[in-house]
């Protein structure tokens, strides 16, 4: 089974400076790896899969890059409204999709 | 616009049973793969289940292997998931996702549903 390891736990940063969101896989996933952002008391979001391509109506501020094991969300300009857990989600070796443990964004 | 719709959640005690259902609409059901992801209270997502399109192929993540059956109605666009032999630590908010595009496995989930707690506690 892949783990995949989310850094940091939690996050804090002011409106407008840039998030950096890792995901490590334990093995190499090629490109299929997903990330979801998931609000208090909602269901996850799609955000990016393939590793780098948004998902319909993210704004571009979102973007994701890596392969292999190696993985990283950005938000470019961070908005108050991007409170959120981020998970990523592997597909490459399966079963389980497994989910990392996700990064706690906070806005100062 | 694609709508999933969960229900069947709800107390049960420790070895008991439960039938979760995933009303779909606004896609061709038939199409897409359909999952399963679980939510313990305080923790993060779980993967539970995966079923193809047509029903043909599904997986499990070990921890519900033999009690858990996922299966789909095309006919009524229903995706189900039968809980057996519940334990404690299947409390959680169980989400329905669609596959994202016709691939299959599909590598991601592009609709959720807002879930539905099930409970197991004597």
């Known amino acids: 089974e892949i783990v995949l390891t989310q850094s940091p736990a939690t996050l804090s940063l002011s409106p407008g400076e840039r998030a950096t969101l890792s995901c490590r896989a334990s093995?190499?996933?090629?490109?299929?790896l997903a990330w979801y952002q998931q609000k208090p008391g909602q269901a996850p979001r799609l955000l990016i899969y393939?590793?780098?391509n948004r998902a319909t109506g993210i704004p571009a501020r979102f973007s994701g890059s890596g392969s292999g094991t190696d993985f990283t969300l950005t938000i470019s300009s961070l908005e108050p409204e991007d409170i959120a857990v981020y998970y990523c989600?592997?597909?490459?070796?399966?079963?389980?999709?497994?989910f990392g443990q996700g990064t706690r964004l906070e806005i100062k | 616009e694609v709508q999933l719709v969960e229900s069947g959640g709800g107390l049960v005690q420790p070895g008991g049973s439960l039938r979760l259902s995933c009303a779909a609409s606004g896609f061709t059901f038939e199409y897409y793969s359909m999952s399963w992801v679980r939510q313990a209270p305080g923790k993060g997502l779980e993967w539970v289940s995966v079923i193809s399109g047509n029903g043909a192929s599904s997986y499990y993540t070990d921890s519900v292997k033999a009690r858990f059956i996922i299966s789909r109605d095309n006919s009524k666009s229903t995706l189900f998931l039968q809980m057996n032999r519940l334990r404690a630590e299947d409390t959680a908010v169980y989400f329905c996702a669609k596959g994202r595009g016709t691939r299959w496995p599909a590598t991601s989930d592009d609709s959720w549903g807002q879930g539905t707690l099930v409970t197991v506690s004597s």
């Open positions: 989600q592997q597909r490459t070796n399966w079963p389980p999709f497994t």
């Open positions: 093995q190499s996933v090629g490109t299929s």
């Open positions: 393939d590793a780098s």
